[in-house]
């Protein structure tokens, strides 16, 4: 193929002690406006339902439903105080979805585009990965005053290789500060290996174990600038909080796992009726 590894000896040291490796400036100001404008496009398409009631929780199989075929197609989610009381959204629709998922990289052309770069693929190069395949893609908007927490968790938990191999990659759309929600981390939790697993069986899905509880001092913010990308490994435990504040937090997360010698867990939330296509194949 001609890959070249683009990251660097003290890039690869500093992500194998701390589980995560920040990149200032890896993509432009304009391809982020690209993305960002895409996104809008795409927001102006979508009609919002009414009502909540194909997102309550009363309806819990149209909701895992439609959760599960995200998988291959481009799915909105709505942010959990979106509704009102009468079931109406509180705010517009462009200030109320929390995510839009999980095939943007396959179906949609721009971020088809910018997730599967050479720049991509040549720090899946860097890291060792012999077929690398996105396996999602989550464009996260983190929504002034609504914008729900994620509480601390692994990526291996979601998309579970055996053995594990899931790196996710969280670029910046938006400056992300300690105030708008930006991500914590625990530098070097990725040593001690993967905690639960999130699994889906014929009840739906389910984690295996309750999570342990984390003392929070441990974490530290990755408050970085718009085009910044930040390197995640599958065992790093991370979290972001609630965003209070007036200022959205655009972010586009990937996950990729290599699928040559790693095993695709039939217990994941995904289930691929197409294989999807590999970054390179080494
Ligand atoms: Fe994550």
Same mark, same amino acid.
């Given at each position: ?36 404008? $895409? ?21 819990? &199989? ?5 959760? +599960?075929? #995200?998988? /291959? ?6 942010? /959990? ?18 995510? !839009?998922?999980h095939a943007l990289h396959e179906i949609d052309p721009i971020f088809n585009k910018f997730s599967n770069s050479e720049k991509i693929s040549s720090? +899946? ?5 012999? $077929?690398?395949?996105?396996? &999602? ?5 983190? &929504? ?6 994620? !509480?601390? @968790? &692994?990526?291996?938990?979601?998309? %579970? ?28 939790? @990725?040593?001690?290996?993967? !905690?639960?697993? +999130?699994? $889906? ?5 389910? +984690? ?5 509880? %984390?003392?929070?001092?441990?974490? !530290? ?18 979290? #972001? ?6 200022? #959205? $937090?655009h972010a586009l997360s990937l996950h990729i796992v290599d699928t040559d010698g790693f095993e695709w867990a039939k217990d994941n939330w995904i ?12």
């Amino acid at each position: 193929m001609g890959l070249i590894g683009s990251l660097s000896k003290e890039q690869l040291n500093f992500f194998d002690s701390n589980g995560f490796l920040v990149i200032e400036s890896f993509y432009s100001s304009d391809e982020v406006l690209e993305m960002r404008n $895409r996104m809008a496009e795409l927001l102006d398409g979508f009609d919002a339902p009414s009502s909540s009631s194909i997102f309550s929780t009363k309806n819990q &199989q149209l909701t895992d439903d439609y959760f +599960f075929e #995200s998988a /291959e197609k481009i799915s909105f989610f709505f942010e /959990e105080k979106a509704f009102g009381n009468d079931g109406n959204l509180r705010q517009p629709k462009e200030l109320s979805i929390n995510k !839009v998922g999980h095939a943007l990289h396959e179906i949609d052309p721009i971020f088809n585009k910018f997730s599967n770069s050479e720049k991509i693929s040549s720090i +899946f190069c860097s890291l060792g990965y012999k $077929r690398p395949v996105v396996i &999602q893609s989550m464009y996260i908007f983190k &929504q002034p005053g609504i914008g729900g927490e994620v !509480v601390p @968790h &692994q990526d291996n938990s979601f998309l %579970y290789t055996e053995p594990p191999s899931c790196t996710g990659l969280w670029l910046a759309l938006e400056d992300a500060t300690i105030i708008n929600g930006c991500l914590w981390a625990i530098p070097g939790s @990725h040593k001690n290996g993967l !905690v639960r697993r +999130f699994i $889906r069986d014929d009840n739906g899905v389910h +984690f295996d174990r309750n999570s342990p509880s %984390y003392n929070q001092k441990e974490f !530290v913010p990755l408050e970085v600038k718009a085009g910044t990308l930040v390197v995640i490994h599958g065992d790093l435990i991370h979290q #972001s909080f609630e965003n209070k504040s007036p200022t #959205s $937090r655009h972010a586009l997360s990937l996950h990729i796992v290599d699928t040559d010698g790693f095993e695709w867990a039939k217990d994941n939330w995904i289930r691929r009726k197409t294989a999807p296509e590999p970054l390179y194949v080494s």
